[in-house]
């Protein structure tokens, strides 16, 4: 699976999101598929604490191991 980073020219997390899930839909996820996605991304931007996602990079070490060893995800 390829990973393409977001350019989030302005906006915040909700700009994010909105580019997230048009770019889901022109390739053809499945609905519970973009839920889910939306779900993980709102999960990680309260766990960040930071309003801006470009500056959020640091932050998924972190999240990853809070995810292991708190929520045994």
Do not use: N, Q
């Not at 801006?52 to 929520?71: K, M």
């Amino acid at each position: 699976m390829k990973v393409v980073a977001m350019k989030c020219e302005g906006g915040g997390w909700e700009h994010a999101i909105d580019v997230m899930v048009g770019r889901m839909r022109m390739r053809g996820f499945s609905l519970r598929s973009e839920r889910c996605y939306v779900w993980w991304v709102k999960r990680f931007w309260r766990f960040s604490g930071v309003d801006d996602p470009r500056g959020a990079a640091r932050e998924v070490a972190p999240f990853l191991g809070e995810l292991a060893t708190v929520a045994g995800v």
